[in-house]
């Protein structure tokens, strides 16, 4: 029998979970995973996480560790560490097993099998490989769990009738926006450095900008080298600087004069998410993530369109830019989110039950 935590003062059965990810370095998924995890430790669950370990982890509270290759892409890889997990599962009694992207998906797919339980999957984001076999996982979860409507939406047809959406909740923070303080214009990029995330078209079209800027560049990843180069190569070394991995991100948040969002895909980003809840001017993407938190599509912008990304920058420092709009009463707390976690547990153990 299990009970949930979601309503005050009614008692709650303790569950053992296990949780898998790649790995536990700076990124969404590990962010979401590790409120997740203490957030769940917190209501009294017992949470193991199984990932190839990272930086992130000193962060866990109350939770086991254990470190497994389940970052790498080889089947046999993978099935040793399914079993692995499937032996953790019955040594702790586990009731459900939570897989966080493709391959932890099959491993807790064939884990849960041996151990005997049900598992669950979290969808992140759009995935581009859209061949069937890939996403058999999905199919057999007893509910995959999408970060956003717009996840659910693109990815229900591989993934199944299984699918529910909870958003990504955040933690609470003691930072809001006061700009900066030099009076000169900070745009900000903060994420991971890949061209998914529309990072290498932002530099592009900055030599084109005038005025008093500065363009603070905030994570770390595999365009790193290259944007270095080219920032020398356009003349920007000045102007524009790679800081690498940052932890104190909501410091640069509230700082900055504008925070640029010019990803071409997401889930739903945790960095737009905060700054929509400390009140950060944003210009972003046209996507169908971005839309949903949106309050209405007036000011996105067409990822990769770089004369509009331009002009508009151009515009923000002049004062005649229409910024996006966002409503903060749409990013949902960690405790909502666990919450809504939570009862899918509870849901798919009792289908469990019944089998």
């Given amino acids: 029998m299990y009970s949930l935590s979601g309503d005050p003062g009614r008692e709650t059965d303790p569950m053992n979970i296990i949780h898998i990810l790649p790995e536990m370095d700076e990124g969404g998924v ?12 917190a209501l009294g669950h017992n949470v193991t ?19 497994l290759p389940v970052h790498r892409k080889n089947p046999l890889t993978a099935l040793y560490s399914s079993v692995r997990v499937a032996r ?7 009731e459900v097993i939570h897989a966080h992207s493709r391959v932890p998906a099959w491993i807790a797919y064939w884990a849960a099998r041996m151990a005997g ?32 409507s717009a996840v659910k939406k693109t990815m229900e047809s591989f993934f199944g009738n299984n699918t529910t959406v909870i958003l990504n909740g955040m933690p609470e923070t003691n930072f809001s926006w006061k700009g900066p303080a030099d009076g000169i214009t900070r745009f900000l990029f903060i994420g991971r450095l890949t061209s998914l995330k529309g990072i290498q078209d932002l530099v592009e079209v900055l ?23 080219r920032i020398k190569e356009l003349g920007l070394s000045e102007r524009v600087f790679l800081h690498g991995f940052r932890d104190d991100t909501d410091r640069w948040l509230s700082e900055c004069s504008c925070l640029l969002f ?6 739903m980003s945790l960095t737009l998410a905060r700054a929509v809840q400390m009140g950060v001017p944003v210009l972003a993407s046209s996507i169908p993530p971005v839309i949903e938190m949106a309050e209405t599509e007036e000011g996105l912008l067409p ?43 509870a849901e798919v153990c009792a289908e469990g039950e019944k089998k």
């Fill in 30 to 41: 590990e962010r979401h995973v590790l409120w997740l995890a203490n957030e769940l430790a």
């Fill in 49 to 67: 996480v199984v990932s190839a370990g990272g930086k992130l982890e000193a962060q866990l509270k109350g939770v086991k560790i254990v470190h």
């Fill in 88 to 94: 953790i599962a019955k040594s702790e009694k586990a």
């Fill in 117 to 148: 339980i049900p598992f669950v999957v979290t969808a992140h984001g759009v995935f581009s490989n859209k061949t069937a076999w890939i996403y058999r996982p999905y199919r057999k979860a007893g509910r995959v769990i999408c970060v956003s």
């Fill in 207 to 229: 030599p084109g900008l005038d005025g008093d800027w500065i363009f603070d560049v905030v994570g770390d990843g595999p365009l790193f080298s290259s944007l270095s180069a």
């Fill in 262 to 267: 010019p990803s071409y895909t997401e889930g």
């Fill in 303 to 345: 990822p990769g369109e770089k004369d509009v990304w331009r002009r508009t920058l151009q515009g923000f420092m002049e004062g005649n830019s229409a910024l996006s709009r966002f409503s903060p009463e749409k990013i949902p707390t960690v405790k909502k989110m666990t919450d809504g976690v939570e009862a899918v547990y």
